[in-house]
């Protein structure tokens, strides 16, 4: 089973316009850690942003939020006032495991492709 | 520090021929994962280290694929014999422990012809 479901292959907005990105996870953990990562057509793996799973607020770094969700397992990104440069693939991630135990690794969802017009 | 590098940025090789790849993590981190980029199958988690030591392997395709990490600073993920299935882009990234993100290396694209 897939731990990490990011149904949208594909978005388009337009500029200014916020958007929202879904992904839900699978896991059994009390405690784990969900990241966003952005991928531009050069190919770089870029940190967005991270909610941990014991955080009460949604976390935000600037224009970027998370959406989360805890109950429904779901672990959405939103993006504010989209602009031309926000084209690119997204990755939703998770880590599992216990902060006293050795870590797990990073596990990645398939993307979706955010196209960004003017 | 200067990031995860990695070495070579692209690679073509003919099919059969063995292919090393090779990283240096960001120094102080404990974890140095390998992961494999495809259009079909998405980026894909091969192998993990802790403290040099693999911890989890289960990614790794076949008995072709093998990664090491002699030390803290370097890493290799070999492919012997290649095949041009093996055509992607394969990143490594390294982190600190917990729930931290990961950083990547700029990937490295493997072409087999």
């Known amino acids: 089973a897939q731990k990490i479901t990011q149904t949208q292959p594909g978005m388009f907005v337009q500029e200014k316009e916020a958007v929202t990105l879904d992904c839900t996870y699978d896991?059994?953990?009390?405690?784990?850690?969900l990241f966003w990562y952005k991928q531009p057509s050069s190919g770089e793996m870029i940190f967005l942003i991270y909610?941990?799973?014991?955080?009460?607020q949604n976390a935000t770094e600037g224009r970027y939020s998370l959406n989360f969700q805890k109950a429904r397992k779901s672990a959405n990104l939103v993006i504010s006032a989209s602009q031309l440069g926000d084209s690119a693939m997204y990755f939703c991630a998770m880590r599992e495991g216990q902060m006293d135990q050795a870590g797990t690794a990073l596990i990645f969802g398939k993307g979706t492709t955010l196209s960004v017009s003017s | 520090d200067a990031g995860v590098i990695q070495s070579p940025r692209h690679e073509v090789t003919e099919m059969g021929q063995e292919v090393t790849l090779r990283c240096k993590p960001i120094?102080?981190?404990?974890?140095l994962f390998w992961y494999r980029q495809t259009m079909m199958r998405g980026l894909e988690l091969l192998i993990y280290?802790?403290?040099?030591?693999?911890?989890?392997d289960s990614g790794m395709p076949e008995d072709r694929f093998s990664a090491k990490m002699p030390n803290a600073s370097f890493s290799t993920l070999k492919i012997q014999p290649s095949e041009p299935r093996d055509s992607a882009v394969y990143f490594c990234?390294?982190?600190?422990?917990?729930?931290?993100?990961?950083?990547f290396g700029q990937g490295t694209r493997l072409t087999v012809v």
């Open positions: 896991t059994s953990d009390q405690s784990y850690g």
């Open positions: 280290f802790n403290n040099n030591v693999p911890i989890d």
């Open positions: 990234a390294s982190s600190p422990g917990g729930f931290t993100e990961a950083f």
């Open positions: 909610q941990g799973s014991y955080d009460e």
């Open positions: 120094s102080g981190h404990d974890y």
